[in-house]
Nanobody, 127 residues
């Protein structure tokens, strides 16, 4: 059973920073890519960022580009999401996800492309 466990969420003021972590129970170099999504109350699951394990290429949603950075640590089997200059509209539950098979970028922005999901971690940004 593969498990992804997120941590690092919390309450922060607007303009502040948080770093989310996603620890995988399976060797992360086995994944083609790992991504972060978020879901605010009443909304669907929204793509945030993705990183391909081979080569480390990244892709971001326009809403977070320049503020968020996704990275990986192969030795720790962990993916990170560094979130800076946080805004109230970033408030959501953040989920990490992993996919085995090779996918194009246009697929990786969709939740349906991913095989495994974490349980989520709450991020709340106060104004």
């Amino acid at each position: 059973q593969v498990q992804l466990v997120e941590s690092g969420g919390g309450l922060v003021q607007a303009g502040g920073s948080l770093r989310l972590s996603c620890a995988a129970s399976r060797r992360t170099s086995s994944w083609h890519a790992m991504g972060w999504f978020r879901q605010a109350p009443g909304n669907g699951r929204e793509f945030v960022a993705v990183i391909r394990w081979s080569g480390g290429s990244t892709y971001y949603a326009d809403s977070v580009k320049g503020r968020f950075t996704i990275s990986r640590d192969n030795a720790q089997n962990t993916v990170y999401l560094q979130m800076n200059t946080l805004k109230p509209e970033d408030t959501a539950i953040y989920y990490c996800a992993g996919v085995w098979a090779i996918r194009g970028t246009f697929e990786l922005v969709r939740a349906q492309a991913y095989d495994y999901w974490g349980q989520g971690t709450q991020v709340t940004v106060s104004s």
